[in-house]
Nanobody, 131 residues
Framework: QVQLVESGGGVVQTGGSLNLSCAAVGDTICIATMGWYRQAPGKERELVATITPGEMTYFPNSMKEDAEKGRFSISRDNAKNTIFLRMNNLKPEDTAVYFC????????????????????WGQGTQVTVSS
């Protein structure tokens, strides 16, 4: 089994910064590309960014401008099975529950003999940006 344990959320003023962490614990051979999603009150969950084991990053179109401006960045420490989301110059509209996600290696040869799933989710960490 794999658990994704998030930390780093909290309350911050507009313009502040936060660094979210997500550590994969357990049978970590099962984890692959990891990422962050967020869900604001009354809205659907949306992708923020992903990062592959080879540290290739991806931001959806909705987040590319923020990434290019350095407001959001994603990184990964494979030795610790941990990913990070650095958020700078936070705005009230960034207020949301941030969820860590990992693709699982269910059915992959490299995970033979391991009970992997297709996806894993963390429980979420609240980020609140006050105006």
């Amino acid at each position: 089994q794999v658990q994704l344990v998030e930390s780093g959320g909290g309350v911050v003023q507009t313009g502040g910064s936060l660094n979210l962490s997500c550590a994969a614990v357990g049978d970590t051979i099962c984890i692959a590309t990891m990422g962050w999603y967020r869900q604001a009150p009354g809205k659907e969950r949306e992708l923020v960014a992903t990062i592959t084991p080879g540290e290739m990053t991806y931001f959806p179109n909705s987040m590319k401008e923020d990434a290019e401006k350095g407001r959001f960045s994603i990184s990964r420490d494979n030795a610790k099975n941990t990913i990070f989301l650095r958020m700078n110059n936070l705005k009230p509209e960034d207020t949301a529950v941030y969820f860590c996600n990992s693709e699982g290696r269910k059915g992959e040869r490299r995970a033979a003999g391991h009970h992997c799933e297709y996806y894993y989710w963390g429980q979420g960490t609240q980020v609140t940006v006050s105006s």
